[in-house]
T-cell receptor
Framework: DAGVIQSPRHEVTEMGQEVTLRCKPI?????LFWYRQTMMRGLELLIY????????DSGMPEDRFSAKMPNASFSTLKIQPSEPRDSAVYFC???????????FGPGTRLTVL | GENVEQHPSTLSVQEGDSAVIKCTYS??????FPWYKQELGKRPQLIID?????GEKKDQRIAVTLNKTAKHFSLHITETQPEDSAVYFC????????????FGPGTSLSVIP
């Protein structure tokens, strides 16, 4: 199994630009999570999906952030417009609901200049 | 909602000594408690988990204990090695239809050779 796949692994962009992060969960998993990790705030849950449906987006910082899961094998997290304070490592994780274990992807390191 | 606290935030031990990390949770309905290890620049990875129907679980040098009455659980690492150096996250989850895990703030463990 390839595990959770994220792209890009690194993204450097300028303030005001649109950023799209991508995630492919482990095949067969029905839960998908987007996290943001910074030194100051630790590991924060932004949003999670169950069976492609957004369940809880209370962690999404503001309207500049949006996430979609058009099918069971793909999700995106979009930031528009991006700001320097969005710089962080963004992790995607997936889980097979009943087993509860979340498997993390390698993360996307985002730098907004 | 659930709140997970973790102590200490940093921990240094001599190689070969034991390390103990403690976590408390607020929601008595939580019944699944995973521990994740995150090495520098890597993704969080599950190292051990425990469910509320058991009080202790061991896996080689790692053990986790759970006290449901007191709502706290601990990670014990024996015979520490330099490769144990990492940030460790505890987490808690309720058995609901959706898999939302609440993470603690993390403990940075340094094992000194």
């Amino acid at each position: 199994d390839a595990g959770v796949i994220q792209s890009p692994r690194h993204e450097v962009t300028e303030m005001g630009q649109e950023v799209t992060l991508r995630c492919k969960p482990i095949s067969g998993h029905n839960s998908l999570f987007w996290y943001r990790q910074t030194m100051m705030r630790g590991l924060e849950l932004l949003i999670y999906f169950n069976n492609n449906v957004p369940i809880d987006d209370s962690g999404m910082p503001e309207d500049r952030f949006s996430a979609k899961m058009p099918n069971a094998s793909f999700s995106t997290l979009k930031i528009q417009p991006s700001e320097p304070r969005d710089s962080a490592v963004y992790f995607c994780a997936s889980a097979l609901g009943e087993t509860d274990t979340q498997y993390f992807g390698p993360g996307t390191r985002l730098t907004v200049l | 909602g659930e709140n997970v606290e973790q102590h200490p935030s940093t921990l240094s031990v001599q190689e070969g000594d034991s390390a103990v990390i403690k976590c408390t949770y607020s929601d008595s309905a939580s019944n699944y408690f995973p521990w994740y290890k995150q090495e520098l620049g890597k993704r969080p990875q599950l190292i051990i988990d425990i469910r509320s129907n058991v009080g202790e679980k061991k896996d080689q040098r790692i053990a986790v204990t759970l006290n449901k009455t007191a709502k706290h659980f601990s990670l014990h690492i024996t015979e520490t090695q330099p490769e144990d150096s990492a940030v460790y996250f505890c987490a808690a989850r309720k058995k609901t239809s959706y898999d939302k895990v609440i993470f603690g703030p993390g403990t940075s463990l340094s094992v000194i050779p």
